[in-house]
Each structure stands twice: as structure tokens, then as C-alpha cells.
T-cell receptor, first 113, second 113 residues
């Protein structure tokens, strides 16, 4: 069935180190792969997204890479800061429709000062 | 631009009571989503509207949940009667169109006693 897996579920890094979160999805024709950040008591906020016509996209300290053959995409955060501490969700395509997404279970990132 | 507005922020009711949530999307956004987020999990889509028509309500428990989007702008989500397992955060999101980035409100936290 439709499924989006996300690893790891929790991640602790020292301030200044890099963090990588990976998301895998089932087969689909969708071309849109977003990452969201959710802080306590807030709704998810889109931080970066990628479409299937490119393999990588960067925005300052954040990057997303896409491997459509292997059906996974990853979030990379460099030079982590305490304010990066939050829960991160990937959203992968639903098999039944190109324009709907399923959210992964989330990764709780803690950046230790 | 103003973000997605939701009210109330918190609601506490007893099981078997009814409750309603309200959402005002970003102006001009044609697509509106309601999600249920149980503690520790990713958001789960309940219903998706395109203007004032329902695109997908396959995961909406229709025996107790209902939603409407009159005039293609504001939307309400209702639960009647509530069950203990309905305790969650109910998130509303909007996007300019299908397969576009979603913008989330901060949600309504529902507690069922």
C-alpha cells in the first residue's frame, strides 16, 4: 500500500555538525517532494521542496537530494544551530494520485549547544 | 500575506459531544486540506477541497466527521459524536493549486475527556 518511511526517528547532533534525514516512498508518478519543519505548538512549515526534474536543491544551510530510481530523498542541514531543533517531516507521493502526499512519521532533531 | 487562520486554538469536550473547527485559508488559495495529527505522528489527510468541491475524503470517518467549504473560501470541520481516539491536533492547510506547496495553520488541539 501507500507508505512513506522516514529515518531516523530521532537525531541528536552537536551544534555546528551536519544532520541528514532520509525518506523513502512507494512507486508513483508524482514529481513533488517537500520537507516540513514543525516546532512545538505550531503547524508544519515548508522549508524546502524539490521536483523530479532536478537531483538536488540548496537554500543556504539546507539541501534536498532526490534519487527517483531508488525512490528516496534526503534532507541535509549543515552547520546546525539550536534553532534547528524541531520535528521534520517529509511528504511523499500517494500512489493513487499525483497531487496528494502522505506525511512521514517525523524525525525529532535536537541540536546540542 | 496573512497566513492560514484557525480557531479555536484549544478545545476540551467530553466524549459523545460535538465540536466544530474553523479555517480561513490564504486569500486566493484554491486548495484546502484538513489533517489530523495524533501526538508523535505525522499529519494524516482527512479531506481535500478544490474550491468548494471535495477532491478526496477517502480517509474521513464519515459516520462522525463532516466538512464543508462554502463559497470556496472558509471551511469548517465537525465531529459528532466525539470519541476518545479523536484527541489530536486538527490542522488546516491551503495551497494555490494541486501539487503546490501547502501552507499550514497552527491547528486546533482537541482533548476528549
Amino acid at each position: 500500500g501507500e507508505n512513506v518511511e522516514q529515518h531516523p526517528s530521532t537525531l541528536s547532533v552537536q551544534e555546528g555538525d551536519s544532520a541528514v534525514i532520509k525518506c523513502t516512498y512507494s512507486d508513483s508518478a508524482s514529481n513533488y517532494f517537500p520537507w516540513y519543519k514543525q516546532e512545538l505548538g505550531k503547524g508544519p512549515q515548508l522549508i524546502i521542496d524539490i521536483r523530479s526534474n532536478v537531483g538536488e536543491k540548496k537554500d543556504q544551510r539546507i539541501a534536498v537530494t532526490l534519487n527517483k530510481t531508488a525512490k528516496h530523498f534526503s534532507l541535509h542541514i549543515t552547520e546546525t544551530q539550536p534553532e534547528d531543533s524541531a520535528v521534520y517531516f517529509c511528504a511523499g507521493p500517494m500512489k493513487t494520485s499525483y497531487d496528494k502526499v502522505i506525511f512521514g512519521p517525523g524525525t525529532s532533531l535536537s541540536v546540542i549547544p | 500575506e496573512a497566513g492560514v487562520a484557525q480557531s479555536p486554538r484549544y478545545k476540551i469536550i467530553e466524549k459523545r459531544q460535538s465540536v466544530a473547527f474553523w479555517c480561513n485559508p490564504i486569500s486566493g488559495h484554491a486548495t484546502l486540506y484538513w489533517y489530523q495529527q495524533i501526538l508523535g505522528q505525522g499529519p494524516k489527510l482527512l479531506i481535500q477541497f478544490q474550491n468548494n468541491g471535495v477532491v478526496d475524503d477517502s480517509q474521513l470517518p464519515k459516520d462522525r466527521f463532516s466538512a464543508e467549504r462554502l463559497k470556496g473560501v472558509d471551511s469548517t470541520l465537525k465531529i459528532q459524536p466525539a470519541k476518545l481516539e479523536d484527541s489530536a491536533v486538527y490542522l488546516c492547510a491551503s495551497s494555490p493549486g494541486r501539487n503546490q506547496p501547502q501552507h499550514f495553520g497552527d491547528g486546533t488541539r482537541l482533548s476528549i475527556l
